[in-house]
């Protein structure tokens, strides 16, 4: 009998290997042979290892074709053989589904529900670990969607939950979700909080280092918005020595970011060099020009050198929402500056001809020297009849008045003092 389940799981192995071969080129035929392996009946673990492997590789050519109904289809079947392996590795595989639909380009929606359905039946078999997982993803599924109110509201029931279990792993990940997500709906704060929590937590255990990068960029990201460049930079690197070394492409994100930060420093001199170095040849293309080209504008301080790169590389620019951030109050402080060089020889100026002057339009340049008058960066009024910007004279210190008045102030307090011990004397 011993000899036959020998023989029959060897049998079974053979199959996956051929499926394997022909995963490449004919995968018409490797379905068909992890299909039917999928659908085997039978017990043992050689018989579940194979099937395992057949599951995962099914779902992966599944995902290449981008055929996400039937990995939604599979997952609903194989859940009897759930009951027969260890919970471990059901969640292994149920994770492992759910990123392949995550990964197929235009699944929309799919995925959440995915989750939804996977977290509805975890409930009904009383798999909390599973369930917490899947919560978790579904979460960081919320944030990508841009469904922060959802993601919030998830996140909140799931600590709840995780915190009396001391799941430290589970922690970290979902206190990242929680940063990330009040960091989006400006809620600067919390994000700091959260962000320390995962910290906390990452310290007491072994933090892969995909999860420590993406930890690292969450820190980066927050301090960058506090204007602390020089320690974001050091963040920024970080992440991206753990994303280069695990071949992540998010690599690329955290050396865009790490180029901005020398920008926001003011040492725009660097970023060409960092750029045609060893790292940026390895990630060369359309993101880094764009750090090139916004250096070049930045150290020439040159607003319409900076509008050209913000229309050349609009892609890249709006797809991140780190440089999309910064560069918006890199816009408005170079137009601040540019248009306090351009007014100043003037007493009284047509706000059209400093228009013509910066090459923007007329709304545009009265509505920031409103801001600037409103904000005491310009001592001026705007006098809409005329459309011309009227310029006071900026009020000179008067040093010598501002010490007398501090020599008698410090005077009077010395008689006052004086007064008080001939009081007690008599």
Not at 34 to 42: I, T
Not at 77 to 85: E, L, N, V, W
Not at 236 to 256: G, H, Q, T, V
Not at 396 to 424: D, F, P, Q
Request: charged share 25%; glycine share 4%; proline share 3%.
């Amino acid at each position: 009998m011993e000899t036959e389940d020998t023989s029959v799981a060897d049998a079974l192995r053979e199959r996956l290997d051929q499926g394997k071969t022909l995963k490449a080129l004919k995968p018409a035929e490797a379905e068909a042979i992890f299909a039917s392996l999928v659908g085997a009946e039978g017990d043992g673990e050689d018989f579940n290892k194979v099937k395992e492997q057949a599951v995962c590789l099914l779902a992966e050519i599944y995902a290449d074709q981008k055929r996400i109904g039937e990995i939604q289809a599979l997952l609903v079947q194989i859940r009897p053989f759930f009951a027969s392996i260890p919970k471990a590795k059901t969640a292994k595989i149920v994770r492992t589904l759910i990123e392949l639909v995550a990964k197929v380009p235009g699944a929309g929606k799919v995925p959440i529900q995915l989750c939804i359905d996977t977290v509805e039946w975890c409930r009904q078999e009383k798999r909390s670990f599973l369930r917490h997982r899947i919560q978790a993803k579904l979460a960081s599924m919320y944030f990508e969607s841009k469904d922060f109110v959802g993601a919030l509201a998830l996140v909140g029931d799931l600590l709840s939950e995780v915190k009396k279990l001391d799941d430290k792993p589970l922690l970290v990940e979902i206190h990242l979700v929680e940063s990330r997500t009040h960091h989006q709906v400006r809620n600067h704060p919390r994000a700091k909080a959260a962000l320390t929590a995962a910290r906390t937590a990452a310290n007491a255990i072994y933090c892969p280092p995909i999860l420590q990068a993406q930890i690292d960029t969450q820190a980066g990201t927050l301090h960058a918005e506090e204007k602390d460049y020089k320690t974001a930079y050091s963040y920024f690197y970080e992440a991206y020595e753990s994303f280069n070394n695990l071949e992540d492409p998010r690599a690329l994100y955290s050396l865009k970011h790490m180029l901005l930060c020398k920008v926001l420093t003011n040492s725009s001199e660097e970023v060409p060099g960092l750029i045609d170095g060893k790292s940026g040849l390895k990630y060369a293309g359309a993101d880094l020009e764009a750090m090139r080209d916004l250096a070049a504008a930045y150290s020439t301080r040159s607003l319409e050198k900076l509008i050209k790169t913000q229309e050349t590389y609009k892609k890249q620019i709006e797809e991140d929402p780190v440089a999309k951030f910064h560069l918006t109050n890199l816009y408005d402080q170079l137009l601040e500056q540019n248009l306090a060089r351009l007014v100043e020889p003037f007493s009284q100026v047509q706000i059209s001809h400093i228009a013509e002057l910066i090459k923007l339009p007329i709304a545009t340049v009265e509505a920031t020297l409103s801001q600037m008058i409103l904000d005491k960066k310009f001592n001026g009024i705007l006098d809409q009849g005329a459309g011309a910007l009227i310029a006071y004279e900026s009020d000179a210190k008067h040093t010598t008045l501002e010490a007398g008045l501090e020599t008698i102030e410090n005077m009077g307090k010395v008689v006052n003092s004086l007064y008080k011990r001939a009081a007690k004397l008599s």
